[in-house]
């Protein structure tokens, strides 16, 4: 059982506008910076949002994050059919002293 | 160009240890940043397992911290981890990473994002 609670599935047709949620705690999410992660089947998860809403050099200006008290979204515009992946979001948690992840949501674009 | 690679035994029997290596090029182990492992099992989410700072500092997964040791080599600019007493539910692609370093507001000092990973590894535990 996950720390951070996504949906595990979401959907959006090309050119739409999609939406992730992550809730989780004061201890995580309400105190420390989250971060959002994409995965396509056989690979590595690769930094897709750090620090709440920084974009590392590379990742298209389509991806956005944000956070509000102890939750947290992440945004994807105008979907492409390449943006169909898993998504995680990731937080510090000061009650564990550790990295919690959340449980993934496998975005589908119709 | 900042790579990181996985290696080890992809077979590990029940009860016998489970060690990874994880060798850095393009950037020196002892520049600042936190060294972690990931592992996924199959089909399932991420699991954090650990993470050592190049000054030795380490934070462990509470679930598992009984079992793992992370340690640094910075004369081969490589980082290690260490799983004792594995059973089956540790069967997963394990993933090295490198990994920033919060300093903040309130004087925490904890792990950031991981911006570099390695392709991962598959460690099966079986008989």
């Known amino acids: 059982q996950s720390m951070l609670t996504q949906p595990p599935s979401a959907s959006g047709t090309p050119g739409q506008r999609v939406t992730i949620s992550c809730s989780g705690s004061s201890s995580n999410i309400g105190n420390n910076y989250v971060h959002w992660y994409q995965q396509f089947p056989g690979t590595a998860p690769k930094l897709l949002i750090y620090?709440?809403?920084q974009r590392p050099s590379g990742v298209p200006d389509r991806f956005s994050g944000s956070k509000s008290g102890t939750s947290a979204s992440l945004a994807i515009s105008g979907l492409r059919s390449e943006d169909e992946a898993d998504y995680y979001c990731?937080?510090?948690?000061?009650?564990?002293?550790?990295?919690?992840f959340g449980g993934g949501t496998k975005l589908t674009v119709l | 160009q900042v790579q990181l690679q996985e290696s080890g035994p992809g077979l590990v029997k029940p009860s016998e240890t489970l060690s990874l290596t994880c060798v850095v090029s393009g950037y020196s182990i002892t520049s600042g940043y936190y060294w972690g492992w990931i592992r996924q099992t199959p089909g399932k989410g991420l699991e954090w397992i650990g993470s050592i700072y190049n000054t030795g500092t380490t934070h462990y997964n509470p679930s598992l911290k009984s079992r793992v040791t992370l340690s640094v080599d910075t004369a081969n600019n490589q980082f290690s981890l260490t799983l004792r007493s594995v059973t089956a539910a540790d069967t997963a692609v394990h993933y090295c990473?490198?990994?920033?370093?919060?300093?903040?507001?309130?004087?925490?000092?904890?792990?950031?994002?991981?911006?570099?990973w390695g392709q991962g590894t598959m460690v099966t535990v079986s008989s």
């Open positions: 990473a490198r990994q920033g370093r919060v300093l903040d507001s309130r004087g925490y000092n904890y792990v950031d994002a991981s911006d570099i």
């Open positions: 620090r709440n809403n």
């Open positions: 990731a937080a510090w948690d000061d009650s564990l002293s550790g990295v919690v």
